[in-house]
């Protein structure tokens, strides 16, 4: 199947409320902008210096999200890059990226990365020290907290992770009720996007079933 059919087969799973984000990270501009000539709004890069070459040579309005860990000392680019940044793990990153975006003005969409499988190797902030993450980022001007991202683990079978985007659903939508604007969370990959989607996913960022397996040279 090509990228175009991959994308909408993927799109009409979804109900209209779910935002799909391409991930198009190892991919070239080409297939890009294939997915976005099939209806993509929403495209997902790792990291900062890949995501300036391709986004350069795109001359389409798509909204662009860093879904992948970001350095401090990239963060004044990410912002001018980027409508929203998933990855915010620290207060030391948030204080960067409020800094970044207060120099040019801009207010700049986040989202808190939540680690909450501990796993000792993933970026994200541990449960325990969510509440001090967010009353730092809600005091930085220049950032606006949208909501939580999660990265599951690999379980072999991706029934596992359910457990854990339930109960990733039930703290956002605690946080959801005390607070504007908070509207995002972004779950679910390519082998368990459904699970996260069922489990109230409303964003899931899916590469592989789009654009096949990344090629890492
Ligand atoms: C690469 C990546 C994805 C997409 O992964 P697939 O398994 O290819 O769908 C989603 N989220 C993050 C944070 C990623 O780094």
Redesign the pocket.
Known sequence: MSVAENFRAIKSELNDKIILVA?T?NHGVEVMREAIDAGATDI?E?RVQEAAEKFQSLDRAVTRHL??HLQTNKAKAAVKLFDLIQSVDSEHLAAAIDKAATAIGKVQDVLIQVNAAREPQKSGVLLEDLDALIKFVDAAKNLRLRGLMM?APNFPDAEDCRPLFRQMRKLFDELKTSRQDFDFLSMG???DYKIAVEEGANVV?????IFGE?IYT
Not at 205 to 209: I, K, N
């Open positions: 991930v990270k997902g790792n879904i992948g990265i990959m390519t082998h960022r899916v590469g592989t079933a990344r």
